[in-house]
């Protein structure tokens, strides 16, 4: 105990910057999913992008994310003619690799919404655009948030990646402790306390969402 109250501003570090990296890969999936799934989507499908974003999410689902954040660091850096940093580089790669997830769960999202919804915008007389922003997301939104949510947790235990490219973030953090200190028990059992206490809470807020969802009648 006295070792990690020793290396505490060590390990508030890896804590900073395991959420930083958490909150930037998945506000930038979020938005990534949100434009491809709501374009690739059945009533707002474009032809002439649909093979793009279907080639984009075959590629983010089928290369694990330690692979691409390799590619990310090591690979691009060479084809672009200048060095990317360690954070930024694991930080885009992870929202590649999650944009793929999310543009699924927002594309059956909307494609789950009945389709007289539709016909009954347009028959008013909405534009699709204005449709889908005040009628079919945020119908698709009580349905989408709970799996949202959990892939964005197994976003947040994917940045324990970022230790291999030498980003100290909470599992790189420890690592550097144990190497000093030779004393693994204790650090790998606080990482795994944090990483559950960061779980838990996302596990509260599906709950409380579904409980929401549950009161209003909505599932």
Same mark, same amino acid.
């Given at each position: 105990?006295?070792?990690?109250?020793?290396?505490?501003?060590?390990?508030?570090?890896?804590?900073?910057?395991?959420?930083?990296?958490?909150?930037?890969?998945?506000?930038?999936?979020?938005?990534? /999913?949100?434009?491809?799934?709501?374009?690739?989507?059945?009533?707002?499908?474009?032809?002439?992008?649909?093979?793009?974003?279907?080639?984009? =999410?075959?590629?983010?689902?089928?290369?694990?994310?330690?692979?691409?954040?390799?590619?990310?660091?090591?690979?691009?850096?060479?084809?672009?003619?200048?060095?990317?940093?360690?954070?930024?580089?694991?930080?885009?790669?992870?929202?590649?690799?999650? /944009?793929?997830?999310?543009?699924?769960?927002?594309?059956?999202?909307?494609?789950?919404?009945?389709?007289?919804?539709?016909?009954?915008?347009?028959?008013?007389?909405?534009?699709?655009?204005?449709?889908?922003?005040?009628?079919?997301?945020?119908?698709?939104?009580?349905?989408?948030?709970?799996?949202?949510?959990?892939?964005?947790?197994?976003?947040?235990?994917?940045?324990?990646?970022?230790?291999?490219?030498?980003? =100290?973030?909470?599992?790189?953090?420890?690592?550097?402790?144990?190497?000093?200190?030779?004393?693994?028990?204790?650090?790998?059992?606080?990482?795994?306390?944090?990483?559950?206490?960061?779980?838990?809470?996302?596990?509260?807020?599906?709950?409380?969402?579904?409980?929401?969802?549950?009161?209003?009648?909505?599932?």
């Amino acid at each position: 105990m006295n070792t990690l109250f020793l290396y505490m501003p060590l390990i508030a570090k890896g804590v900073g910057t395991t959420i930083s990296a958490w909150l930037c890969a998945a506000i930038g999936s979020f938005l990534i /999913g949100l434009v491809f799934g709501v374009i690739s989507s059945n009533y707002l499908k474009y032809s002439k992008i649909g093979w793009a974003v279907k080639t984009y =999410t075959f590629v983010a689902k089928g290369i694990p994310a330690y692979v691409q954040i390799l590619i990310a660091y090591f690979v691009l850096p060479s084809l672009l003619g200048f060095s990317i940093p360690p954070f930024l580089a694991a930080c885009c790669a992870l929202m590649f690799c999650s /944009g793929g997830y999310v543009t699924e769960i927002v594309r059956a999202g909307i494609n789950s919404v009945p389709k007289g919804q539709w016909d009954a915008a347009f028959v008013l007389g909405y534009p699709k655009i204005v449709a889908l922003k005040n009628i079919i997301l945020p119908q698709a939104l009580r349905t989408v948030l709970p799996p949202l949510l959990g892939e964005f947790e197994q976003l947040l235990k994917s940045t324990s990646l970022l230790a291999t490219i030498g980003v =100290t973030e909470l599992t790189r953090a420890g690592q550097n402790i144990i190497s000093r200190e030779l004393n693994p028990f204790a650090v790998y059992i606080m990482i795994a306390c944090l990483y559950l206490l960061f779980s838990g809470i996302i596990q509260v807020v599906i709950y409380c969402l579904k409980k929401r969802k549950k009161c209003y009648g909505l599932c």
